[in-house]
Each structure stands twice: as C-alpha cells, then as structure tokens.
C-alpha cells in the first residue's frame, strides 16, 4: 500500500487565489481527517468523514475553507480566497481502528 | 472537550539512555484510543504506539512503551535505549470512540551523542 498521498508536496501562491489540497487516503480506510499544523497553533483538526460524509466541520476557521469528499478514495480542501495567515503545513490522514496514518503534508505559503 | 496536555515542551537525552515523556488528557468518556506519534524534520507524522483504554495492560513496542493510568488521565512514553533516529517531536493524541481526535503540543526530542 502506498499510503495517504497528498498533493501537491508544495504550494506557493498569492493572496487571493484559490488553492486546491488533495488527498487520496488508504484503501479500506472509512475515516478521513484534514489537519492543519502551525508553529502558533500546533496541530488543528479542521475537519473529519466518515464514509465520505462530513461529521465534524467545527474546526474549519471561516467560510473561505471548504472540503469534499466525492468518494471513498479522494478528497479536496479547498481555500478560496487565500490569504498570508493561510500559510501553514496540511496533513490528510485515514484511520482504521489501529490508528492514523498521515500523508506527507502539503506546505501552503500564500504570498 | 477532551483536552491533551504535554508539559514538557523540550526534552533531551543521552543517545542510549532512556527518557520518559508525559502527557496528561481530560475526557468524561470511559472508551477510547491514545496514540503516540513522532514527527521528525521529514515532518511525516509517525505512528509510535497506541493504546486502548479498556486494556489495562501498558502497550509496548520494540524500545517504545507507556505507562498508562487510566484513573489519572495520564498517558507517558518511555524511550530505553535512546537513538539518534529518534530525535524529533513527540505528539501525544486521543481519539474517541466517535472518531474525533486532539493532539497535544507537542514535546521536541533531543538524543546527544
């Protein structure tokens, strides 16, 4: 199994353009988890699926950060527009009962 | 909300020494997971160890093992033996049976040579 693969591995872009995150999570996996890490804040659950359905959104900051979910193997997170406080490292990760497994990351710098 | 609190921010230890790291947590539900995950400069996320709460048994893992005290919501990581590979930062997690998890701060590992 290759794992959860994120895409892209990097990100630069300017304020006010869209960005697209995309995850694929591991095969078998029901559970998918987006994270955002910060030095200021750490770790933050943003949003988590179970069976491709959204179950928990509270952690997503504002309006502007929208996550999908179309099918068992792939999902987005969206920003539309970002801004310089976007600029984090964004981990996908799937569960199973033994635990997660995170991708990669995809380092976001918005300039 | 459960909370999960890692007091020691930094942490340092003699390569082939053991080190212990804390974590405390704070739920009201008596059924869930605590997970240790390591992080090193790759920044891939690395799961350690994982404990259920209902066994009462310390989870162990090669040179990895817990001490975990379910009465005082306290969820420790023991290193023996410590490596230069593991050198990194230390994420104490928590997950309910519902599937929401919270990680603490983090505890940044230094192993000496």
């Known amino acids: 199994d290759a794992g959860v693969i994120q895409s892209p591995r990097h990100e630069v872009t300017e304020m006010g353009q869209e960005v697209t995150l995309r995850c694929k999570p591991i095969s078998g996996h029901n559970s998918l988890f987006w994270y955002r890490q910060t030095m200021m804040r750490g770790l933050e659950l943003l949003i988590y699926?179970?069976?491709?359905?959204?179950?928990?959104d509270s952690g997503m900051p504002e309006d502007r950060f929208s996550a999908k979910m179309p099918n068992a193997s792939f999902s987005t997170l969206k920003i539309q527009p970002s801004e310089p406080r976007d600029s984090a490292v964004y981990f996908c990760?799937?569960?199973?009962?033994?635990?997660?497994?995170f991708g990669s990351g995809t380092r976001l710098t918005v300039v | 909300a459960q909370t999960v609190t890692q007091s020691q921010p930094e942490m340092s230890v003699q390569e082939a020494e053991t080190v212990t790291l804390s974590c405390t947590y704070d739920t009201s539900e008596s059924d869930y997971y605590l997970f240790w995950y390591k992080q090193p400069p790759s920044r891939q996320m690395i799961l350690v160890i994982r404990q259920e709460a209902y066994k009462q048994q310390n989870a162990t893992e090669n040179r990895f093992s817990v001490n975990f005290q379910k009465a005082a919501k306290s969820f420790s990581l023991k290193i023996s033996d410590s490596q230069l590979g593991d050198a990194a930062m230390y994420f104490c997690a928590y997950r309910s049976r519902a599937g929401k998890s919270t990680f603490g701060d983090g505890t940044t590992l230094t192993v000496k040579p």
């Open positions: 699926f179970n069976n491709n359905v959204p179950i928990d």
């Open positions: 990760a799937s569960s199973s009962r033994i635990g997660y497994t």
